[in-house]
């Protein structure tokens, strides 16, 4: 892998069902820039050379990326030939735009319930990212729910349509919601301390009936 590096490319794995697995390298700084532009629900189109050193196209969806741990520098892409007349499953990230009255009048606080959703469309249909529109978030009552998302002709959403995507917080729900998770930790700490206080009790009740056990039978 550093003999790859040095030279500038990334190893990679392209499978499917019709090509099983290929192992291939593939130029970093090309490959940062298709995956920001694409990310993984966009089909992208692959050269990769065969044994002969002809080029071979493949229309792919990035799989997965894996970056290291300590640098975050991109180690790794698997490429899926995903089968053009079959719809697959895959997420599509969520794109804010707007401006909320009720966060720049009112002092509140955007709150995003959702970053990503579950859809389902052939591979050729998959959007690139929704993108969710926060100008209707006028007010403290006001919410996006899945339902009101614009969805692309031929994707299938795979969440429920009343399940909230984005609402508007005031300032003292904030507070609240900050304060709640600590709250919260203590009450397991009390809840612990309690447990243990009452298993230790337990032994100790139990050790005194066996002591008085075995004074009884040496008084016998």
Avoid at 172 to 181: G, N, R, T, V, Y
């Amino acid at each position: 892998m550093s003999a790859l590096k040095k030279e500038g490319f990334l190893p990679g794995v392209l499978y499917g069902p019709k090509i099983g697995n290929k192992n291939i390298k593939i130029g970093v700084k090309e490959f940062a820039t298709v995956y920001k532009g694409a990310g993984e629900s966009s089909l992208i189109s692959l050269i990769v050379p065969d044994q002969g050193g002809k080029e071979e196209k493949f229309s792919v969806l990035i799989h997965q990326v894996d970056f290291h741990p300590l640098n975050g520098e991109i180690i790794h892409a698997d490429f899926y030939q995903p089968n053009l007349t079959e719809k697959v499953t895959t997420k599509v990230p969520l794109v804010f735009e707007g401006i909320s009255l009720a966060v720049k009048d009112l002092a509140g606080t955007l709150i995003k319930n959702i970053q990503e959703i579950e859809v389902r469309a052939l591979p050729q249909d998959l959007p690139h990212e929704l993108v969710v529109n926060i100008e209707p978030l006028k007010t403290f009552n006001d919410e996006i729910l899945v339902k009101n998302l614009i969805i692309p002709a031929n994707v299938e959403v795979l969440k429920s349509p009343e399940e909230n995507v984005a609402l508007v917080l005031p300032p003292k729900d904030i507070e609240a919601e900050l304060k709640a998770p600590i709250e919260e930790k203590v009450e397991d700490v009390e809840k612990v301390e309690k447990k243990k206080e009452e298993e230790v009790a337990e032994v100790e009740e139990k050790k005194e009936k066996e002591e008085k056990g075995g004074e009884k039978k040496e008084h016998k």
